[in-house]
T-cell receptor, first 114, second 111 residues
Framework: DGGITQSPKYLFRKEGQNVTLSCEQN?????MYWYRQDPGQGLRLIYY???????QKGDIAEGYSVSREKKESFPLTVTSAQKNPTAFYLC?????????????FGPGTRLTVT | AQSVAQPEDQVNVAEGNPLTVKCTYS??????LFWYVQYPNRGLQFLLK??????LVKGSYGFEAEFNKSQTSFHLKKPSALVSDSALYFC?????????FGAGTRLTVKP
């Protein structure tokens, strides 16, 4: 998990509230990613960013928003429009988005919405 | 589209025995393949990758993976399993600007 921090580790919210998950990296990586993990489904890409002030939708972007104002930071907001937000959220970074660059992951945030 | 499949949800082995976790891939062009491990309530840890060159790739914690182009496989192996290897293992393939992960295989090593 080294180099990428996510906070908080556990987060509880009431339905209808927006919530922002933090992701910070000190690896000087250009690319950052947000994934959602549900049991038995592997990881699904929500958003990714190749460079500051630029980001792209992944496979399941609906109900989520991101920003990339600094190279080190890529916060994810889970909005009230996300129909099933309870999940384990993972942030990752890599040197670049192409080729053989591996991704490095943070420890994750488990979000529970009731 | 790039994708990987992990045909086994669960693999059980005895400590000291060799282990194999299977992965097959589908890509257009040259494959960039990865293995990650996840312990409970933790992020994924990178184990190894194949970009080009030798078909046998060595990685962290004694793991290795064999790339087989004709069978489009990239199986993860370890000669002697440890109880501490018990975890969830993910195979992944580099897509255009992101990475596609398999559904994961839960490895249980029994003493």
């Amino acid at each position: 998990d080294g180099g990428i921090t996510q906070s908080p580790k556990y987060l509880f919210r009431k339905e209808g509230q927006n919530v922002t998950l933090s992701c910070e990296q000190n690896l000087n990586h250009d690319a950052m990613y947000w994934y959602r993990q549900d049991p038995g489904q592997g990881l699904r890409l929500i958003y990714y960013s190749q460079i500051v002030n630029d980001f792209q939708k992944g496979d399941i972007a609906e109900g989520y928003s991101v920003s990339r104002e600094k190279k080190e930071s890529f916060p994810l907001t889970v909005t009230s429009a996300q129909k099933n937000p309870t999940a384990f959220y993972l942030c990752a970074s890599s040197i670049g988005t192409g080729g053989g660059y591996e991704q490095y992951f943070g420890p994750g945030t488990r979000l529970t919405v009731t | 589209a790039q994708s990987v499949a992990q045909p086994e949800d669960q693999v059980n082995v005895a400590e000291g025995n060799p282990l194999t976790v299977k992965c097959t891939y589908s890509v257009s062009g040259n494959p960039y393949l990865f293995w990650y491990v996840q312990y409970p309530n933790r992020g994924l840890q990178f184990l190894l990758k194949y970009i080009t060159g030798d078909n046998l790739v060595k990685g962290s914690y004694g793991f290795e993976a064999e790339f087989n182009k004709s069978q489009t496989s990239f199986h993860l192996k370890k000669p002697s399993a440890l109880v501490s290897d018990s975890a969830l293992y993910f195979c992944a393939v580099r897509a255009f600007n992101d990475m596609r992960f398999g559904a994961g295989t839960r490895l249980t090593v029994k003493p």
